[in-house]
């Protein structure tokens, strides 16, 4: 079984968006991905991180983390704030939903992780902090097996 | 991120370069508001086809521009020609009140 990990730590700053999408891209390279596969992964992760940054610390800055783990041919991406939360999980998920009309937020975030990943959990509590987790299977590598 | 906005036979222009995201959405959307509302012009031409990367703060900024323009009784096209921009577009569904061309001249002919 094929294993690596990666753990990235950095400041919430807008600046620090695309540094985050970057890095877990060059890590998931040595899974051989396609064009289109890479474009997700680094979709995904600007929109968690821009989450990260937008909604958990509204109010100041923190320390967001980025970890990512293959397992085989498989990707697994954390990525983790200790702000201040998600109060409805579920109506954060809803399409169009953004609790920032006034900032020109799309409300797309969410949605385009779940579509562009395998799978997304969100775990979340008022004051603590939210963890996004997505895994994403790379089809270039699993057909070669 | 690069964006160049120029009147372009009574259309406002917007070619972008690099990358679109939360941290570069800011600073375009101040520049494209600022010239749309200085040149008097109804109809916007977004030419995405330099883009390298887009993520949903493109949507948005998009869909806010969308709306500048109905406000004005004007017109807004998109020009794009690449894959992954087109699928957040298709995604978004967005391409069901904006026409997207591969050329600016074949939008302008559709304006």
């Known amino acids: ?145 | 991120m690069y964006i160049s906005v120029e009147k372009h036979k009574d259309n406002l222009l917007i070619q972008f370069k690099g990358e679109l995201d939360h941290h570069s959405s800011e600073i375009v959307r101040q520049k494209i508001d600022q010239q749309y509302h200085d040149h008097g012009i109804r109809n916007i031409i977004l030419d995405l086809r330099g883009l390298t990367f887009m993520d949903s703060s493109g949507i948005g900024l998009i869909m806010g521009r969308y709306k500048n323009c109905v406000e004005k009784k004007g017109k807004i096209s998109i020009v794009n020609d690449n894959p992954h921009v087109d699928k957040i577009l298709k995604m978004s569904g967005l391409l069901k009140i904006i026409n997207v061309y591969p050329t600016i001249e074949s939008a302008i002919e559709n304006i």
């Open chain 1, 1 to 145: 079984m094929e294993r690596n990990y990666m753990k990235l730590e950095f400041l919430s700053k807008s600046s620090n968006e695309s540094f985050a999408r970057v890095v877990v891209a060059a890590f998931a390279s040595q899974l051989d991905p396609t064009l289109e596969e890479l474009s997700d992964i680094k979709t995904a992760v600007s929109e968690a991180v821009t989450n990260a940054i937008i909604h958990g610390y509204e109010y100041g800055e923190g320390i967001i983390i980025v970890e990512a783990k293959i397992i085989d041919n498989e990707i697994e991406i954390l990525v983790e704030d200790k702000g201040m939360g998600i109060a409805d999980i579920k109506q954060a998920m809803e399409p169009f939903y953004t609790s920032k009309p006034n900032l020109e937020r799309s409300g797309m975030g969410f949605t385009v992780m779940e579509t562009f990943m395998d799978s997304l959990e969100i775990e979340s509590k008022k004051g603590e902090g939210t963890k996004v987790r997505m895994r994403k299977k790379f089809n270039s590598l699993s057909s070669k097996e």
